[in-house]
């Protein structure tokens, strides 16, 4: 791989490790809910950060997603000062969708444990 492509990825784990405590902390007193930075994908440019985060425990994770960008110059101000790059990039919150696909995943296969569960029952002999 050439360096184009592993910069973003690196900066994007650098980014991860700074800012996954400091939003945690900033959440603490907002909501008892777990919230934790998944992924950072950076661009090749690394102008902007879109951060993934997953949230456990909420009954609206709108309301987190929202009140972190609100925080979004309070978190740049933080990257600025624990990681040296040439661009303090732009912060974009999103939801990240794998915690949905898993619990998608796991619904799919009870519902066929389920299914295979009640067939075995109607094979087995009657008694009489």
């Not at 405590?21 to 959440?27: A, G, H, Y």
């Not at 879109?50 to 709108?62: K, M, N, Q």
Request: charged share 25%.
């Amino acid at each position: 791989m050439t360096t184009q492509r592993l910069r973003p990825k690196r900066v994007g784990r650098l980014l991860q490790a700074a800012l996954g405590p400091v939003v945690l902390q900033e959440l603490q007193t907002f909501t008892p809910a777990v919230v934790s930075v998944t992924q950072i994908e950076v661009p090749a440019d690394l102008r902007t950060a879109r951060v993934f985060i997953s949230v456990y425990g909420a009954d609206d994770p709108e309301r987190i997603l929202a009140h972190l960008e609100t925080r979004t110059g309070f978190f740049r101000k933080i990257l600025a000062s624990s990681v040296k790059l040439k661009y303090n990039p732009m912060l974009f919150f999103a939801l990240d969708p794998s915690a949905e696909i898993d619990a998608r995943i796991d619904r799919v296969l009870q519902s066929a444990r389920a299914h295979e569960r009640n067939a075995s029952r109607s094979d087995r002999p009657k008694a009489r």
